[in-house]
């Protein structure tokens, strides 16, 4: 059975610490739901582990997402909207058409989000190109899990996964600049 997501907006006070005030923020999280009543549960649900108890959300839209696919990938913290096009040749007409999805992919940059969108489709038998890839507002994606016991280690896996954080990565400058002006040079 395929996954229907919806993208729920949630509106509540968030702790700056930049200014060390609390402000009102909207932001968008994506569920896995089988009814519009059934993702506004589930966001409640979710939402409420991370607020305190006197912390109130609202939800100021609901509404089903066109993702065929989710993909986490370990340390990245972002999500990036990948359309795929998938290329097949109609015999009758003789013409190529082309079938867009979109994937929703983790990564922490654009070029890392072409590349996991890549990883994604190496099983593919037909042909595709990966025509657009922009950075998603969803803030973060709860999938339906049953709890049946054999779901509970792809549910480890999934939050694994989903959790992990960047490594940081302090270049050394004069490797940088010195690996720079090689390729330059070649």
């Not at 949630?10 to 932001?27: I, L, M, P, Q």
């Not at 006197?54 to 993909?71: L, P, W």
């Not at 890839?133 to 896996?157: R, T």
Request: hydrophobic share 35%; net charge negative; charged share 35%.
């Amino acid at each position: 059975m395929s996954a229907t997501w919806y993208e729920c907006k949630v509106k509540y006070r968030k702790f700056d610490e930049a200014s060390g005030k609390h402000t009102n923020k909207t932001e968008p999280y994506l569920v896995d739901a089988i009814s519009y009543t059934e993702a506004e549960k589930r966001i409640t649900e979710e939402m409420a582990a991370y607020l305190a108890d006197s912390e109130e959300i609202k939800i100021t839209n609901i509404k089903v997402a066109n993702y065929a696919e989710i993909h986490p990938f370990e340390n990245s913290d972002r999500w990036f909207k990948s359309r795929v096009s998938l290329i097949a040749f109609d015999e009758e007409s003789g013409k190529e058409r082309k079938t867009n999805m979109y994937l929703l992919v983790q990564a922490n940059d654009v070029k890392e989000a072409y590349e996991n969108t890549v990883t994604t489709m190496k099983d593919t038998m037909g042909e595709y190109t990966i025509p657009a890839i922009a950075e998603s507002p969803i803030m973060d994606v709860f999938p339906y899990f049953s709890g049946e016991e054999g779901e509970m280690k792809s549910i480890e896996e999934f939050i694994k996964i989903k959790d992990s954080r960047p490594i940081s990565n302090d270049e050394n400058e004069e490797a940088s600049m010195a690996d720079s002006l090689v390729t330059i040079d070649e």
